[in-house]
Each structure stands twice: as structure tokens, then as C-alpha cells.
């Protein structure tokens, strides 16, 4: 086998998937984001129960005042997800 490999010939991940790719092609980047927005909204709904809650630890990152970027983090993962 030489040094140089034909990389113009891409191999599918899982051969057997093949007709799944072809079919998700054109939509596998809006899905993506969708799971990733619905991931934020969840993981940003616990912090807009208690907007403060992370306070203290905002501040332990050196982020002052805490009471604000915790606010702000909250709504950042709740309403950018």
C-alpha cells in the first residue's frame, strides 16, 4: 500500500446507513440544531426557576456582580436555546 491514499473516494461512517444519509442530507443541520436548542431550553429551564440560584458561583468564577450574570445566564440558555 503506497504512502498517499485516494481521498477523493469518501467512505461512508456505516456502509449499511447509506440510504439514511442520503435521505437526512439536506436536513441533518436543522436537526442538529433543534436538538441542541431543546438541550439548552431544558438545561436553561432549571436555571430561569431560580435566576439567582448561581450567584455565588458566578462570582467564585470571578464574574461580578454575580446576582446579574446569573440572570443573565439563565437567559441566555433559556431563551438562545
Given amino acids: 500500500m503506497s504512502a498517499s491514499t485516494d481521498k477523493s473516494r469518501r467512505s461512508l461512517f456505516v456502509p449499511a446507513l447509506g440510504s439514511l444519509y442520503a435521505a437526512l442530507h439536506t436536513t441533518s443541520e436543522t436537526i442538529l440544531r433543534a436538538v441542541a436548542g431543546i438541550f439548552l431550553t431544558i438545561h436553561g429551564s ?36
Fill in 46 to 81: 432549571q436555571k430561569i426557576t431560580d435566576p439567582f440560584g448561581a450567584a455565588e458561583m458566578v462570582e467564585g468564577l470571578g464574574f461580578y456582580p454575580g446576582a446579574f450574570w446569573s440572570l443573565l445566564l439563565a437567559c441566555t440558555e433559556f431563551f438562545g436555546g
